[in-house]
């Protein structure tokens, strides 16, 4: 693959258990707090209580009366989206006319996942079919075209927890190939008991606070959230300041096992190689790594082998200490940290490790810790074998 | 970026394979399986387009596909079809990239998963039926089989999952990320949603499918899979070559159609998406195919094997209740299709395609 034309970022926004929007989720990344707690939002007859990450009981979500219709996964996202579209100096007036892709990655967001209906219907108690009329009206990426009235590309990507960084991989090649002139591009999920009943089913959720790349790590701990990005053309944004570039995407699959990741970690690599192609960077550029790390013991494994074998000596983190797992999610958000820690030339501390693995051959940064250079890498690994990669630039702004 | 149609990969209610599809457009009808549901006491009979995937066998033994569900092994048999037709089985694989567009997704497993819990409690959560109830499990499942370690993506757009997902195949090969895509669209049926769909439409569910009678309800459930094998437009293409993939609100901004293409609309009985396809078509004719296979988000994928099988062979299959005549020979040298989708808030995909 040969080098691609970098894609501008002019906004971001992001929500999670780390915080409401991506000042206050900075000041809790850097304040080393992190609260996970029994979710507040569904109950289970489970006999351990997982700790979630959930956005704060006091915070309401800033939605008018039509918004509130949606699923919780598109609530996240139109936030998300809105604070990254004010953020590139965009509304839905000045939007007009001009052609405005939507490429979001989720996991719950997509799928029909209705217990409750479910239940009803299988215990004959008159289910409430409003419950899938939601469904049926809460696609994200369609939700955000039709609240801001735009004419362009939708595109939900449903690949597991690689779903927000495949988004903003793709998003930028809308721009690349003119099929768009702006694209909203991230992540959005919503915490469920269908998947917290999930990941506890395959026994990689931990029972306490997760401890990605630790020697202890059990698993993961769930989260919600949403992030999300606005990039643009360079005819649209013209002498607008930029947050940063898109300089490189790059996806393989391992085609390995449904779940668990391939143990050399070959289709990481190659997804690897594919995104420093098209960024025309050398690994020896990246200033630090976002990693997927998500606290499980297969996960983290073979990402310290790779991280150690591609990217020695370069420092990483993981974020989902402070997010939880976001799923779908995660790569949009972690796409925005990652942005931000550029422009503010540090990274945090991978919070929940203390003791080192040594079957891992590399650790992560063990407090904030100050970065060199102005290229970064965020990577997700996800179920079905997907690995994805993005090399993201700092901007101007 | 063009692209090149060089396998197709089908499996619907009227069969599996271009065989059988080129025999339900010479016959111009296929009658659904009629399908009983019971649910707490009561027995209601629904027309189905159900997608039988015997065939998968000749490809994939018995015994690795103990665990796949139907979703999944409806998937794997577009995508062997797909590989067979465009003689490909046997090649190398490691640049080949997978696109799953789908509507629903695995309804089956998903609601297997939630049985396994409502019924036996939260402890047993069923590891397996999760695993394949995500949505991608589909296309890992391609992957693995057929070892393509090239980019993997599944994509979920409702009644534009298809048009989009074009829209990435044809990305990954102008990136050159690939050389090939292996393009599915794929949606199966399930008693849970005969039964949200009766509550909906109620009657107008029974069918026949009128596509052209906009202001009626007259869709009849289906589920299948349609392959396509995609590559750059740089070899010739054994079906025909997709011109051009676009997606837009007509709503917002009013879709202008090109005015030298015949239309394929994915009208399909829904009358929610009647008016758009009013609006847009005026006096224009154009045809329709649902009532070959049915009512679901992927049948675009239906609809753009059956333009690329009609560019490749050269006449245009009209069905018997359009009311024209059965057969057109396509004569002109570059002849041009173009398929046509609308959701009901007026989001559509037009894909163009030419031999």
């Given at each position: 693959?040969?080098?691609?034309?970098?894609?501008?970022?002019?906004?971001?926004g992001c929500?999670?258990?780390?915080?409401?929007?991506?000042?206050?989720?900075?000041?809790t990344?850097?304040?080393?707090?992190?609260?996970?707690?029994?979710?507040?939002?569904?109950?289970t007859?489970?006999?351990?209580?997982?700790?979630?990450?959930?956005?704060?009981?006091?915070?309401?979500?800033?939605?008018?009366?039509?918004?509130?219709?949606?699923?919780?996964?598109?609530?996240l996202?139109?936030v998300?989206?809105?604070?990254?579209?004010?953020?590139?100096?965009?509304?839905?007036?000045?939007?007009?006319?001009k052609?405005?892709?939507?490429?979001?990655?989720?996991?719950?967001?997509?799928?029909?996942?209705?217990?409750d209906?479910?239940?009803?219907?299988?215990?004959?108690?008159?289910?409430?079919?409003?419950?899938?009329?939601?469904?049926?009206?809460?696609?994200p990426?369609?939700?955000?075209?039709?609240?801001?009235?735009?004419?362009?590309?939708?595109?939900?990507?449903?690949?597991?927890?690689?779903?927000?960084?495949?988004?903003?991989?793709?998003?930028?090649?809308?721009?690349?190939?003119?099929?768009?002139?702006?694209?909203?591009?991230?992540?959005?999920?919503?915490?469920?008991?269908v998947?917290?009943?999930?990941f506890?089913?395959?026994?990689?959720?931990?029972?306490?606070?997760?401890?990605?790349?630790?020697?202890?790590?059990?698993?993961?701990?769930?989260?919600?959230?949403a992030?999300?990005?606005?990039l643009?053309?360079?005819?649209?944004?013209?002498?607008?300041?930029?947050r940063?570039?898109?300089?490189?995407?790059?996806?393989?699959c391992?085609?390995?096992?449904?779940?668990?990741?391939?143990p050399?970690?070959a289709?990481?690599?190659?997804?690897?190689?594919?995104?420093?192609?098209?960024a025309?960077?050398?690994?020896?550029?990246?200033?630090?790594t976002?990693a997927?790390?998500?606290?499980?013991?297969?996960?983290?494994?073979?990402?310290?082998?790779?991280?150690?074998?591609?990217?020695?000596?370069?420092?990483?983190?993981?974020t989902?200490g402070y997010?939880?797992?976001?799923?779908?999610?995660?790569?949009?958000?972690?796409?925005?940290?990652?942005?931000a820690?550029?422009?503010?030339?540090?990274?945090?501390?991978?919070?929940?490790?203390?003791?080192?693995?040594?079957?891992?051959?590399?650790?992560?940064?063990?407090?904030?810790?100050?970065?060199?250079?102005d290229?970064?890498?965020?990577e997700?690994?996800?179920?079905g074998?997907?690995?994805?990669?993005?090399?993201?630039?700092?901007g101007?702004? | 970026m063009?692209?090149?149609?060089?396998?197709?990969?089908?499996?619907?209610?009227f069969?599996?394979?271009?065989?059988?599809?080129?025999?339900?457009?010479?016959?111009?009808?296929?009658?659904?399986?009629?399908?009983?549901?019971?649910?707490?006491?009561?027995?209601?009979?629904l027309?189905v387009?159900?997608?039988?995937?015997?065939?998968?066998?000749?490809?994939?033994?018995k015994?690795?596909?103990?665990?796949?569900?139907?979703?999944?092994k409806?998937?794997?048999l577009?995508?062997?079809?797909?590989?067979?037709?465009?003689?490909?089985?046997?090649?190398?694989?490691?640049?080949?990239?997978?696109?799953?567009?789908?509507?629903?997704?695995?309804?089956?497993?998903?609601?297997?998963?939630?049985?396994?819990?409502?019924?036996?409690?939260?402890?047993?959560s069923?590891?397996?039926?999760?695993s394949?109830?995500?949505?991608?499990?589909?296309?890992?499942?391609?992957?693995?089989q057929?070892?393509?370690?090239?980019?993997?993506?599944?994509?979920?757009?409702?009644?534009m999952s298809?048009?989009?997902?074009?829209?990435?195949?044809?990305?990954?090969l102008?990136?050159?990320?690939?050389?090939?895509?292996?393009?599915g669209?794929?949606?199966?049926?399930?008693?849970?949603?005969?039964?949200?769909?009766?509550?909906?439409?109620?009657?107008?569910?029974?069918?026949?499918?009128?596509?052209?009678?906009?202001?009626?309800?007259?869709?009849?459930?289906?589920?299948?899979?349609?392959?396509?094998?995609?590559?750059?437009?740089?070899?010739?293409?054994?079906?025909?070559?997709?011109?051009?993939?676009?997606?837009?609100?007509?709503?917002?901004?009013?879709l202008r159609?090109?005015?030298?293409?015949?239309?394929?609309v994915?009208?399909?009985?829904?009358?929610e998406?009647g008016p758009?396809?009013?609006?847009?078509?005026?006096?224009?004719?154009?045809?329709?195919?649902?009532?070959?296979?049915?009512?679901?988000?992927?049948?675009?994928?239906?609809?753009?094997?059956v333009?690329?099988?009609m560019?490749?062979?050269?006449k245009?299959?009209?069905?018997?209740?359009q009311?024209?005549?059965?057969?057109t020979?396509?004569?002109?040298?570059?002849?041009?299709?173009?398929?046509?989708?609308?959701?009901p808030?007026?989001?559509?995909?037009?894909?163009?395609?030419?031999?």
């Amino acid at each position: 693959m040969s080098r691609l034309a970098p894609i501008a970022i002019t906004g971001l926004g992001c929500l999670s258990g780390a915080g409401v929007n991506l000042a206050e989720s900075m000041q809790t990344l850097f304040s080393n707090q992190r609260n996970p707690q029994p979710s507040r939002r569904f109950t289970t007859g489970h006999p351990h209580c997982y700790p979630v990450l959930e956005l704060p009981a006091e915070f309401t979500l800033p939605l008018d009366n039509q918004e509130k219709v949606y699923a919780r996964s598109c609530q996240l996202a139109l936030v998300a989206a809105r604070e990254a579209l004010t953020d590139a100096g965009w509304d839905e007036r000045s939007l007009r006319g001009k052609r405005v892709g939507v490429c979001i990655g989720t996991t719950i967001g997509c799928a029909l996942n209705c217990d409750d209906f479910y239940r009803a219907y299988k215990e004959d108690d008159n289910p409430d079919i409003g419950i899938i009329k939601r469904y049926l009206y809460s696609n994200p990426a369609a939700v955000i075209a039709q609240q801001f009235r735009l004419d362009g590309p939708t595109q939900t990507i449903a690949n597991a927890c690689s779903s927000g960084t495949d988004a903003i991989g793709i998003g930028s090649s809308w721009l690349r190939a003119g099929a768009c002139d702006i694209v909203i591009a991230g992540g959005a999920d919503e915490l469920a008991r269908v998947t917290y009943s999930g990941f506890s089913s395959l026994m990689i959720t931990d029972p306490e606070p997760c401890k990605p790349f630790d020697l202890k790590r059990k698993g993961l701990n769930l989260g919600e959230g949403a992030g999300m990005l606005v990039l643009e053309h360079e005819e649209v944004r013209q002498e607008k300041k930029v947050r940063g570039y898109v300089l490189g995407y790059g996806t393989a699959c391992d085609a390995y096992h449904l779940t668990a990741p391939r143990p050399d970690g070959a289709g990481l690599k190659q997804a690897l190689a594919e995104a420093f192609a098209t960024a025309g960077v050398s690994a020896k550029q990246i200033s630090f790594t976002n990693a997927h790390g998500t606290g499980t013991p297969d996960n983290d494994r073979v990402e310290s082998r790779v991280l150690n074998e591609i990217l020695p000596g370069v420092p990483f983190v993981s974020t989902k200490g402070y997010t939880g797992h976001t799923l779908g999610a995660a790569g949009g958000i972690e796409a925005v940290f990652t942005l931000a820690c550029l422009q503010r030339k540090e990274i945090p501390a991978n919070i929940g490790f203390s003791e080192a693995d040594p079957e891992l051959p590399a650790t992560p940064v063990q407090e904030n810790t100050r970065i060199e250079g102005d290229i970064a890498l965020s990577e997700s690994l996800a179920f079905g074998g997907n690995n994805a990669a993005l090399i993201l630039a700092r901007g101007d702004a | 970026m063009r692209m090149a149609i060089q396998g197709i990969g089908i499996c619907g209610g009227f069969g599996q394979g271009v065989a059988a599809l080129r025999a339900a457009l010479q016959t111009g009808r296929v009658e659904p399986q009629e399908v009983c549901i019971e649910h707490k006491g009561m027995t209601d009979r629904l027309p189905v387009y159900q997608a039988a995937v015997d065939g998968l066998t000749e490809f994939i033994p018995k015994r690795a596909l103990r665990r796949i569900d139907h979703f999944s092994k409806m998937t794997l048999l577009g995508a062997c079809l797909a590989l067979k037709d465009a003689d490909l089985l046997e090649a190398d694989r490691s640049r080949t990239g997978v696109v799953i567009a789908t509507g629903y997704g695995t309804l089956k497993t998903t609601f297997d998963f939630l049985d396994s819990y409502l019924d036996f409690g939260y402890s047993c959560s069923s590891p397996t039926h999760f695993s394949n109830s995500v949505h991608n499990a589909a296309a890992a499942h391609v992957s693995m089989q057929f070892k393509a370690t090239a980019p993997s993506l599944t994509l979920t757009q409702f009644e534009m999952s298809v048009s989009s997902a074009l829209l990435t195949a044809q990305i990954w090969l102008a990136e050159n990320r690939v050389d090939q895509v292996l393009f599915g669209a794929v949606d199966e049926s399930c008693e849970v949603l005969h039964f949200w769909r009766k509550k909906f439409f109620a009657e107008g569910e029974q069918g026949p499918i009128r596509p052209f009678a906009l202001e009626t309800q007259s869709a009849v459930v289906g589920e299948g899979v349609s392959f396509l094998l995609l590559t750059r437009a740089e070899q010739d293409a054994a079906y025909a070559f997709i011109d051009r993939v676009k997606l837009g609100n007509h709503d917002v901004c009013s879709l202008r159609l090109p005015q030298d293409v015949r239309l394929i609309v994915g009208a399909d009985g829904h009358k929610e998406t009647g008016p758009w396809y009013a609006q847009v078509l005026k006096d224009r004719t154009a045809t329709a195919y649902a009532p070959l296979y049915g009512s679901f988000p992927a049948a675009a994928g239906f609809d753009l094997a059956v333009a690329a099988l009609m560019l490749r062979e050269r006449k245009l299959y009209l069905l018997e209740d359009q009311g024209v005549p059965e057969t057109t020979d396509l004569q002109a040298t570059e002849e041009k299709l173009a398929c046509l989708k609308f959701g009901p808030a007026g989001d559509y995909g037009l894909i163009q395609l030419s031999n």
